[in-house]
């Protein structure tokens, strides 16, 4: 594998998000704490490491186990950002607000489904106070097959169209407004597995390997559980190949719980 096509591969899943592996979920819960903790080296001229933790994520639900709000931390557990969430009486998304800042709401999505919950209409609101459009489009077999969204000053932004065979998306592309098109069309077209997975006797995922296209190694993934099936740690080490910075770290999952 080319050096380029390792980083690459190594940031698409360094960016990936662990704080939400699968878990027996309990309408019960009413947040998830996930602490994450650091192996660092102590100084240069120390080889012991010392393990720093940190905020990592923080999960609330209602009592239907709908994701309420989501907050995510930095590395140095600052507040990033934080994502909340409305669902109508059935349990379907109907409201997305995002918050770059704690106080401060910057984007708000509100959408509309059709007699099948799928979503047809999605209205963007910024802080401005200008607002974009999206339109979706389905075949008969209720896969998506274009996805326009305009501004309020009635001007087509950017129209994705999508392409599907027996069910399986072939074509992706993205054009602007004027149908020229702003990135390459992806090609899917299925890869050999260059991941194994292990997983307990209730068929949870208990150990993830990433390989490489020489079939090593560079990603490990560990997962623990509690008695109730729900995810207690993840450990992470992930093998930098010289091209990015090696990471070991592990998160804790803390619960708590609707009375």
Do not use: C
């Amino acid at each position: 594998m080319a050096h380029s096509n390792i980083y690459s591969k190594f940031m698409a899943l360094f960016q990936k998000s662990y704080t939400q592996p699968p878990f027996l979920m309990d309408n019960r819960i009413k947040g998830i704490t996930i602490t994450q903790f650091d192996y660092v080296i102590r100084n240069i001229n120390d080889e012991e490491l010392d393990i720093q933790g940190h905020p990592h994520h923080y999960s609330e639900f209602d009592h239907n186990g709908n994701l309420l709000k989501e907050i995510k931390y930095n590395r140095y557990g600052e507040f990033e950002e934080m994502f909340e969430y409305g669902y109508d009486q059935t349990g379907n998304l109907i409201r997305e607000s995002y918050y770059p800042e704690e106080n401060e709401l910057a984007e708000e999505k509100i959408f509309s489904r059709n007699d099948s919950g799928l979503i047809v209409q999605a209205l963007k609101n910024y802080q401005d106070g200008s607002i974009d459009t999206t339109t979706f489009l389905y075949d008969d077999s209720n896969q998506l097959i274009e996805k326009k969204t305009i501004t309020d000053e009635d001007e087509v932004e950017q129209i994705e169209k999508f392409e599907w065979e027996n069910g399986t998306l072939i074509n992706h592309e993205i054009l602007d407004g004027d149908g020229e098109p702003i990135s390459e069309p992806e090609e899917h077209v299925a890869q050999p597995n260059q991941t194994r997975i292990t997983h307990n006797e209730l068929n949870q995922v208990v150990n993830e390997e990433e390989l490489d296209d020489n079939g090593e190694v560079f990603m490990t993934v560990n997962r623990t559980y509690d008695e109730q099936g729900r995810a207690d740690e993840v450990e992470v080490f992930i093998d930098g190949r010289g091209q990015a910075i090696s990471r070991h770290y592990f998160l804790k999952y803390d619960y708590t719980f609707f009375e």
